[in-house]
């Protein structure tokens, strides 16, 4: 028997003994709580309305989220169309232009009509300027840039709907300022009676009427309103 190297140490990886193997767990099957710190499945979270079903906490969550918890299945496709779809590829943008002249009413087989008696525009829309302040909130809580509106107005012969559009709608970008939004600019559609695409010259969205046969210009009321405008 030989005696050389019988008790010479060779070196072993290091085991502790509680150290398991790690599992493979996939992505996204546990969320840890921000109170409490306990792992919890993601399914429990989503069942409780994203409450902690371990200390109660109110977990943040997306607008996705919340969309799909506040509307039923479907019902919500033409926010997700014309904003969410387009987020990622906009949201690190230093601005965002907004465009708005009234409201959709969305039910579970998509677009509503018009309410019953709701006041009409030239375009068809609802007379609806509160659209403005409801939009940028709601654009507000997803894309964190300033914001531009670029476009708002009303079609309409009366330009005494046009001065209530203008007020009600400045008084809701006011309000967003005031809240902390960062809302930068107002701009006006448009400054003259335009030709509106296929609709031709029967828009009047101006706050200058233009005689076709003689290219004068009318200022409206609604122009020196806006001018001299004053919450």
């Given at each position: ?6 008790f010479k140490k060779e070196n072993q990886p290091v085991r502790h003994q509680n150290q398991a193997e790690a599992p493979n767990v996939p992505d ?105 302040e409801h939009v940028l909130r709601k654009v507000a809580k997803d894309f964190h840039g300033d914001l531009y509106v670029t476009e708002n107005g ?78």
């Amino acid at each position: 028997m030989h005696l050389k190297g019988l008790f010479k140490k060779e070196n072993q990886p290091v085991r502790h003994q509680n150290q398991a193997e790690a599992p493979n767990v996939p992505d996204g099957l546990y969320t840890k709580c921000e109170s409490c710190h306990e792992m919890i499945l993601t399914e429990d979270f989503t069942q409780n309305a994203y409450v902690c079903p371990k200390c109660g906490h109110y977990m943040k969550i997306g607008a996705y989220e919340r969309i799909k918890m506040v509307f039923d299945a479907q019902t919500f496709e033409e926010w997700d169309e014309e904003f969410m779809h387009y987020l990622p590829y906009i949201k690190d943008d230093d601005f965002l232009g907004v465009q708005n002249y009234t409201r959709s009413l969305i039910g579970a087989d998509g677009q509503l009509p018009n309410p019953d008696g709701a006041e009409l525009t030239q375009m068809n829309y609802e007379f609806y300027p509160e659209a403005l302040e409801h939009v940028l909130r709601k654009v507000a809580k997803d894309f964190h840039g300033d914001l531009y509106v670029t476009e708002n107005g009303i079609a309409t012969a009366d330009d005494t709907r046009r001065v209530a559009f203008i007020d009600t709608a400045l008084k809701g970008i006011v309000s967003c300022i005031n809240d902390g939004l960062p809302v930068k600019s107002y701009f006006h559609w448009s400054l003259l009676d335009n030709f509106e695409w296929q609709k031709g010259y029967s828009m009047t969205f101006g706050l200058i009427a233009v005689d076709r046969s003689t290219q004068t210009r009318h200022p409206k009321e609604s122009l020196s309103f806006l001018g001299h405008w004053n919450q």
